[in-house]
C-alpha cells in the first residue's frame, strides 16, 4: 500500500496513509485552486502515472521542477522512493533516509507495483489502477462513460481491460491469438489478391474452371496417347548417319578455325599491327617540343609503304587457304541441313508435343486459380469460425462477469437506498457497453452509479486502489453520500477521495472524513502555500 507522500514543495505535509480511506479535505466554501485534484494527481503519480506532468503544467510552471518522495509498505516492509517532474521516465530507489540507491526506468517501477499488488500476468498496473483514478480533468471522469479511461478509446478495448481485471482473459486469449492470425492470413491474401499476385476468381468461374479441367484432362489423355503411338526413340531417328555427321562437323569446324588462325597470322605479319603503334603528333609535342616532326612522319609513312607490300608467294598461299576455307564452310553448311532433315522427319510428333505442351499450361493455371479459390475459402471460413468461437467463449465470461458486477451493484445500491430505489444495471457485449438506472438518469443518480462500478470492481478484482476527485462526489444527494462515505470507510483496500464542505453532511459522514482525513486544505492553507489563480487585486476566486 501507499503509505507515505512528502514533497518539500508542501509547506505542510500530509499525514501517512492508511488502509481503506483517506480523504484530502476542502473547506466549507468550496475553495477551487487550493489544491484537492493536484495531490490526488501526486498520488497517482507516485503510483507511475504521467497525468500530473501532461496535465498539471501550470502547477509544475508556477512551483518549478519538484521531487515527489514517498513509501510503499508491503508484508510490513517498507520501500523508499522518489520521483522528479523533470525526470519523470525514472523513479530513485532509496534508503529510509531518502537518499537514492539507484534510479531504475519507470517501466521496471511499473512491473514493481504489479508483482507486489499480485496483479495476474494479463494485467497493466496503470491500466487497471489508471483507468480508476478519476481525477479531474483526467478524461475518465465521464459519468455517462465510466470504463473507459479517456474520450475516443474504443469501447472494446475498455471490456478487454475489465476481463483482464476480473482474470478471465485468459480464457479467451488462445482464441482471439488464433482468430487474428487466421484474420491476419486472410488479409494478406486479399491484399495478394488486389496486386494481382496470386488467382483472384469468383463462385462462378470455380464452377466453370471445373468444367474446363474435365475437358482439358480427357484432350491431354488423347494427346498422350497419339504421342505414344507416333513417337520413337530419339536416338533410333538419329541413327549412325547423324552420329558421323557431327563427328565430321566437329572435325571440319577445328580445321576452319585453325585456317582464319593462319591467315590473320599472315596479315599480321604482312602489315603489321599499326593501331597500336599509332602515335599522336600534337601528344609527341606536348611531352618533347623540340622533336623534328618532320622526321616523325617521313619515318612513320615509310612503314605505311612497307605494310603494304606482300611477296607473291604469300599471296598464293593465302589464297589456297581462303579456297579451303570456302570449300569446308559448304560442306558445314551441308551437313547441318542433313542432320535438320533428320531430326525433323517426325513433325506430326513434334506438334502433338507442342499441343500437349499447351494444354498441360492451360490446365496448370486453371488448376492454381481453383486451388487458391478453395484455399481462400477455406481461410474465410477458418476465419468465421474461430471468430464464432472466441464470441461465444467471450460472452459466456462477459456474462459471468456482467451478473457478478450487477450483483454486487444491487447489494451496495440496495445499502444506500435502503432498497428503495432501483438498483443500476451494466449490460457488457463484445464492442460496446450500457450502464444506466432503468426511469432515472439524473446527474445525481450517474455520479452514484460511477462511484458504486467503481466500488463493485474493487470488491471483485484485484483493482488495488481508487481515486475519486470531488467532481464526482459533489453532484450525489448528502443522504447517499452519507451511505457511501460508510462504503469508502469500510474498504479494505486504499481509496483515495477529495471532499469539501463537509459542515453541509450529516454527523456520520463529517465524522467518518474527518477520522480519514490525511490533508486539509483551504484558502490561505494551499497545497504549495499559495494560489496562482487568485489575483493580488481581488484575492477572488477564478
Same mark, same amino acid.
Given at each position: ?70 513509501? +510503499? ?401 459533489? $453532484? ?37 472524513? $474527518?477520522?480519514?482525513?490525511? +490533508? ?23
Amino acid at each position: 500500500m501507499l503509505q507515505r507522500i512528502i514533497c518539500d514543495k508542501f509547506p505542510k505535509q500530509p499525514n501517512p496513509f492508511q488502509k481503506g480511506l483517506n480523504v484530502v479535505l476542502g473547506d466549507d466554501n468550496a475553495t477551487n485552486s487550493i489544491g484537492k485534484s493536484t495531490f490526488l494527481m501526486l498520488i497517482d503519480f507516485a503510483l507511475g502515472g504521467d497525468d500530473y506532468i501532461e496535465l498539471d503544467k501550470d502547477t509544475i510552471s508556477k512551483v518549478g521542477d519538484h521531487a515527489v518522495k514517498f513509501i +510503499l509498505s508491503f508484508d510490513e516492509e517498507k520501500f523508499y522512493f522518489y520521483r522528479n517532474t523533470n525526470d519523470a521516465e525514472y523513479v530513485h530507489y532509496c534508503n529510509d533516509k531518502f537518499e537514492s540507491i539507484n534510479k531504475r526506468k519507470l517501466s521496471e517501477f511499473k512491473d514493481f507495483l504489479k508483482e507486489k499488488y499480485n496483479l495476474s500476468e494479463d494485467v497493466s498496473f496503470r491500466n487497471s489502477a489508471g483507468r480508476y483514478s478519476r481525477i479531474y480533468p483526467k478524461q475518465n471522469t465521464d459519468q455517462k462513460d465510466p470504463l473507459v479511461t479517456a474520450k475516443g478509446e474504443p469501447k472494446a478495448q475498455a471490456i478487454l481491460a475489465l476481463l483482464k481485471l476480473f482474470n478471465s482473459y485468459k480464457i479467451i486469449s488462445d482464441l482471439l491469438r488464433e482468430y487474428n492470425q487466421l484474420n491476419e492470413q486472410k488479409k494478406t491474401i486479399s491484399a495478394s489478391q488486389k496486386l494481382n499476385l496470386v488467382p483472384s476468381i469468383g463462385k462462378k468461374d470455380y464452377e466453370k474452371n471445373i468444367k474446363q479441367i474435365d475437358a482439358l484432362r480427357n484432350q491431354i489423355s488423347l494427346v498422350r496417347e497419339s504421342i505414344l503411338t507416333q513417337t520413337v526413340d530419339i536416338e533410333a531417328i538419329m541413327g549412325d548417319e547423324v552420329r558421323f555427321l557431327k563427328s565430321r562437323r566437329t572435325k571440319i569446324t577445328a580445321s576452319i578455325n585453325s585456317i582464319n588462325a593462319t591467315l590473320e597470322r599472315i596479315i599480321k605479319d604482312a602489315t603489321g599491327d599499326k593501331k597500336s603503334d599509332y602515335v599522336s603528333y600534337d601528344e609527341l609535342l606536348k611531352f618533347f617540343p623540340n622533336v623534328d616532326i618532320e622526321r616523325v612522319k617521313k619515318v612513320d609513312n615509310f612503314h605505311v609503304e612497307i605494310s603494304k607490300i606482300i611477296s607473291k608467294e604469300t599471296k598464293e598461299y593465302k589464297h589456297q587457304l581462303e579456297e579451303r576455307l570456302k570449300a569446308f564452310k559448304e560442306e558445314v553448311s551441308a551437313i547441318n541441313d542433313r542432320i535438320a532433315s533428320i531430326t525433323n522427319a517426325d513433325n506430326s510428333t513434334q506438334i502433338a508435343l507442342e499441343n500437349f505442351s499447351k494444354l498441360e499450361s492451360v490446365l496448370k493455371k486453371l488448376n492454381e486459380e481453383n486451388a487458391f479459390f478453395e484455399k481462400v475459402k477455406d481461410i474465410n471460413q477458418k476465419v468465421d469460425a474461430k471468430h464464432t468461437e472466441y464470441i461465444e467463449q467471450q460472452q459466456t465470461v462477459i456474462l459471468s462477469i456482467q451478473n457478478d458486477i450487477n450483483k454486487d451493484l444491487d447489494t451496495l445500491n440496495k445499502y444506500i437506498y435502503n432498497a428503495q430505489a432501483i438498483s443500476p444495471t451494466l449490460l457488457l457485449k463484445e464492442k460496446s457497453y450500457e450502464y444506466k438506472t432503468e426511469n432515472d438518469n439524473g446527474t445525481g443518480t450517474e455520479f452514484k452509479n460511477l462511484v458504486i462500478l467503481d466500488l463493485a470492481i474493487l470488491n471483485l478484482t484485484t483493482l488495488p486502489i481508487v481515486i475519486h476527485d470531488s467532481i464526482l462526489l459533489k $453532484n450525489i444527494q448528502n443522504d447517499a453520500m452519507d451511505k457511501i462515505a460508510q462504503l469508502y470507510a469500510s474498504s479494505k483496500k486504499q481509496i483515495f477521495i477529495a471532499f469539501d464542505k463537509l459542515s453541509s453532511y450529516p454527523e456520520t459522514t463529517q465524522k467518518i472524513m $474527518n477520522d480519514h482525513c490525511v +490533508l486539509k486544505l483551504s484558502r490561505n492553507s494551499e497545497l504549495f502555500g499559495y494560489s496562482w489563480s487568485r489575483t493580488a487585486a481581488n484575492d477572488s476566486e477564478k
